[in-house]
């Protein structure tokens, strides 16, 4: 039988705020446990919480950038459940009445070798705080409770099931956590918990029109987790049902040593958690005004962004999609172009994109911190634009910029002098060049006169080698032509 997967995805943003959505407490990450609990976030008799201003904020940026409904009037809940690191007794979340409503998510990704676009609308985003943490590690044979993530805010952000494979949830999470951090609502930390995944996964027949059952894989902190745990469900969903058994709705945990899922609870409905709106909050009422301020401060969007690069840039969508894939990208590409003309624009794209990017990669840089600046990349660039290097000089020329790790701006022009790196490009030195590599090659000059034009290419490999490296290409080509036409 053929399946076909089912995913939507449940994520958890930290926002960026300066104190808890609840209370004045603060949320630095790495302090002493139970340092930054305070009274309001145990829910101590005689306390009441006070909604966090800047938590709203939050939630309107991203509802407005992914073109929600931004609820007028939204009501906090009181999730009951007991857990050791949730000592009241309840969460306080959003239910019924969510701050964001609908909205979507644009997203690119490689599939069957090709560079796909994918939509997935989404449920909802709601606000409610964290809970604490329960610690296993450092105490023998019990558990330790540390309750300062207690009353963290969150921004749950909830898709519709609309995602068919692991390769599009890992897509999707990376879009969102690229979002949320170009909108400054999250740092996107996701060792320290700052942006964690639910992934809801259910197989069905294909073409059958009813969901399977699914069950909720949670806290997967990497998006290497996210593709393992799907990969792994989905096979034991599917061999379950093949053998005759029958998959049962339950929250599991990922154990990525073991490359298996394992069930932690049956899951819950909502009338196992008794919602009832919180006593002790109003309603959030959110007016035009707000929503209008808020807008205000916004930064360009990456769609925006992405439409401004194919029109101002004359860039491919593919190269536009990745460009804005973060914003420091963005920012680093914008600054290059600025520096190097837009008529460089395409030879920016494909160095960030190119050695740029893999360099990062293999180094585990962030490009806000790569050691070569973008008015360095800029000027190496326009070097290569009016013919003092060529690409192949330009790449030994790129690797010596990083390991310079210099903020000199002629850094590229000082490297180009010092190396000796300059394109030759004088006819006469060229002309040497060619008629040495044309009498030490008889056989492809023999084989380029008789009709096979790719011998030239063996040629041309020979003239840059004596050159090494340094001959300016299309003058050595068209040289090499006219000599061999002769």
């Known amino acids: 039988m053929e399946w076909e997967v089912v995913i939507g995805l449940e994520n958890h943003v930290q926002l960026t705020t300066e104190s808890k959505i609840f209370s004045g407490s603060p949320i630095k990450f790495g302090a002493a446990a139970n340092t930054q609990a305070s009274p309001v976030d145990l829910a101590l008799p005689g306390v009441l919480p006070v909604m966090n201003k800047q938590a709203v904020d939050r939630a309107i940026r991203f509802g407005l950038a992914v073109g929600a409904k931004v609820a007028p009037q939204s009501v906090f809940a009181r999730k009951n459940y007991f857990y050791p690191d949730l000592p009241k007794g309840y969460q306080i979340s959003q239910f019924e009445d969510p701050v964001v409503i609908g909205g979507a998510l644009t997203f690119g990704y490689e599939k069957d070798g090709e560079f796909v676009t994918k ?19 450092d105490y023998a044979g ?3 409770i540390d309750l300062n993530r207690a009353g963290t805010p969150l921004l749950e952000i909830v898709s519709e099931p609309e995602i068919r494979s692991a ?27 700052s942006f964690r995944c639910d992934v809801n996964v259910s197989v069905r027949p294909k073409g ?10 949670k806290n997967l902190n990497s998006f290497r987790f996210i593709e393992e745990a799907v990969h792994v469900e989905v096979r034991r969903q599917i061999e379950l049902i093949e053998d005759g058994g029958k998959v049962v709705q339950a929250t599991r945990l990922y154990d990525p040593d073991r490359k298996e899922t394992r069930e932690m609870r049956s899951k819950e409905d909502a009338q196992d958690y008794r919602y009832f709106p919180d006593p002790d909050l109003p309603p959030l009422i959110i007016s035009d005004a707000w929503i209008e301020q808020v807008k205000a401060s916004m930064p360009e969007l990456p769609a925006a962004m992405r439409a401004r690069f194919i029109s101002e840039y004359a860039l491919p969508e593919y190269d536009a999609l990745i460009l804005t894939a973060s914003k420091a990208m963005a920012t680093y590409f914008v600054a290059v172009v600025e520096s190097a003309g837009k008529d460089n624009a395409k030879a920016a794209a494909n160095w960030l994109m190119g050695d740029v990017s893999s360099t990062l990669n293999r180094e585990g840089v962030d490009i806000a911190d790569a050691p070569v600046s973008p008015a360095q990349l800029a000027l190496m660039i326009k070097r290569i634009a009016d013919g003092t290097i060529n690409n192949k000089t330009a790449k030994e020329l790129f690797g010596d910029m990083w390991a310079a790790r210099s903020a ?18 004088d006819t006469g030195a060229l002309e040497a060049i060619v008629n040495e590599v044309i009498a030490n090659n008889a056989k492809s000059v023999e084989q380029y006169r008789a009709g096979k ?27 090499l032509k006219a000599k061999l036409a002769g």
């Open 119 to 137: 939509t997935v609308n989404l449920t909802r985003a709601h606000l409610e705080e964290d809970a604490g943490k329960s610690l296993h590690e």
């Open 408 to 425: 000199n701006d002629n850094l590229v022009d000082e490297l180009i002098e010092s190396k000796g790196l300059k394109q030759i490009s």
């Open 208 to 217: 059958q029109k009813e969901f399977g059952t699914r069950c909720e894989i």
């Open 453 to 479: 034009e790719a011998a030239i290419n063996a040629l041309i490999g020979q003239a840059m080698k004596a050159s090494r490296g340094k001959a300016n290409p299309a003058q050595l080509t068209e040289l």
């Open 167 to 193: 390769a599009e949830a890992v897509a999707y999470a990376k879009a969102l956590h690229s979002l949320v951090m170009w909108l400054g609502v999250c740092d996107g930390n996701m060792q320290e918990g």
């Open 142 to 144: 019990m558990s330790g």
